[in-house]
C-alpha cells in the first residue's frame, strides 16, 4: 500500500509545473529538517567530518537548505522521468564547460562522465545522449514498482542502461571503446566485494569505487565530471575537467583524483550536494565508524 501511494504521489508531482513540484519537494524537505530524523542526524555528521569551518547556526542553516534541495531534487526527478527531451532542454538555462566534453569525444577513445549526487543527476543522462550515444550505469531500487517506474523513466532515445554487474560492466567497456560516452554515480559506497579502495574525500577516509580506474586503464578513455545545478526556472548544466591524478596507474592515486574531481563539483553549489548519504560506511577494520561518534 506505502509503495502504491507513493509512486502515485510521484507520477502526480511529475505532472506539475516544474515550479510547483519544486515548491512542493521543498516542503517535504524543509519538514524532514524540522522532525531531526535520521536524514538530517546524518546531514550533520557529514558536514561536521566535510565542511569543519562551518559551525554553530551556519551549519544548521547549512543542514536545512541542504535537506529543502534534496527535497527538490526527488519532485523534479518525477518530472524529468515522465517528460521527454525536448520539455528538458527547454528548461536548460545554460550550459557551462561543454567544450571539455566535445574536445574529449573528438579523441574518439571515449569519454567517461563523473555524475556525482549534487544538483539533479537524472536531468544528467538526457543532456550527454544529446552529445552521443549514452551507456549508464544502473543500480535498481529495491521496490519493483518504483525500480519500473525508473527505468522507463531513465531509457530514453539515445540511452542504454547498464546493471551492476559483470555484464553491465561489459557494455561499458564495449560503449568506450566505440568512442561513446559512459555515465557513473561516483560517489556511491561500493557493495561488499566489489573493487574498492579507502581514499579521502574532503579529508576524511571514505571507501571508493576502483571501476572508474580498471575503465580508464583498459581503454584510455578520457574523463570530464557533469552536474545540474538548480537554477530559477531549470538547470544550469556545468562540466569540469576531471582532476588529473585519475588516470594514475597507481588505483590509490586514482581513485584520490576521482574523490577530488567530485570535490570540486561539490564545491560550486554545496546545499545542493546530498549530504545525508552515508558516504563513509562499511570502512575496513582500523578505521573508525563516524556515524557511531
Known amino acids: 500500500m506505502k509503495e502504491t501511494l507513493a509512486l502515485g504521489l510521484l507520477k502526480l508531482i511529475g505532472a506539475l509545473p516544474l515550479g510547483v513540484g519544486r515548491a512542493m519537494g521543498a516542503t517535504v524537505g524543509w519538514m524532514t529538517w524540522l522532525s531531526s530524523g535520521r536524514s538530517a542526524r546524518i546531514t550533520r555528521q557529514n558536514l561536521a567530518h566535510c565542511q569543519p569551518h562551518i559551525t554553530g547556526r551556519a551549519r544548521e ?57 549534487l544538483g539533479n543527476w537524472e536531468v544528467v543522462a538526457p543532456f550527454l545522449a544529446s552529445y552521443a550515444r ?19 523513466g531513465r531509457s530514453k532515445p539515445n540511452i542504454d542502461m547498464a546493471p551492476t554487474n559483470r555484464r553491465g560492466v561489459s557494455q561499458l567497456l564495449k560503449a568506450l571503446q566505440r568512442g ?17 579502495e579507502v581514499a579521502p574525500f574532503f579529508r576524511q577516509p571514505a571507501l571508493t569505487m576502483t571501476l572508474v580506474h580498471s575503465l580508464i586503464q ?65 570502512l575496513p577494520d582500523g578505521y573508525q565508524d563516524p556515524y557511531q561518534q
Open 180 to 196: 561513446e560516452i559512459v555515465g557513473i554515480l561516483p560517489d556511491q559506497v561500493p557493495e561488499v566485494g566489489n573493487g574498492a
Open 218 to 282: 583498459r581503454t584510455g578513455c578520457r574523463v570530464v565530471s557533469v552536474f545540474a545545478q538548480r537554477v530559477p526556472k531549470g538547470f544550469k548544466m556545468v562540466v569540469l575537467p576531471a582532476d588529473e591524478r585519475i588516470y594514475d596507474d597507481d588505483v590509490v592515486t586514482s581513485v584520490t583524483g576521482l574523490n577530488r574531481s567530485v570535490e570540486d563539483c561539490v564545491l560550486r553549489a554545496p546545499v545542493q550536494y546530498q549530504w545525508e548519504y552515508k558516504r563513509f560506511r562499511r
Open 134 to 152: 549514452l551507456t549508464a550505469l544502473y543500480q535498481p531500487p529495491r521496490q519493483p514498482g518504483l525500480d519500473k517506474l525508473v527505468l522507463v
Open 61 to 117: 542553516r547549512l543542514v536545512r537548505q541542504s535537506l529543502t534541495e534534496t527535497g527538490k531534487t526527488a519532485a523534479e526527478a518525477a518530472a524529468v522521468w515522465r517528460h521527454s527531451w525536448p520539455w528538458l532542454q527547454r528548461r536548460i538555462r545554460g550550459v557551462e564547460g561543454d567544450e571539455a566534453l566535445k574536445a574529449a569525444l573528438a579523441e574518439g577513445r571515449g569519454v567517461l562522465v563523473l555524475a556525482p549526487h
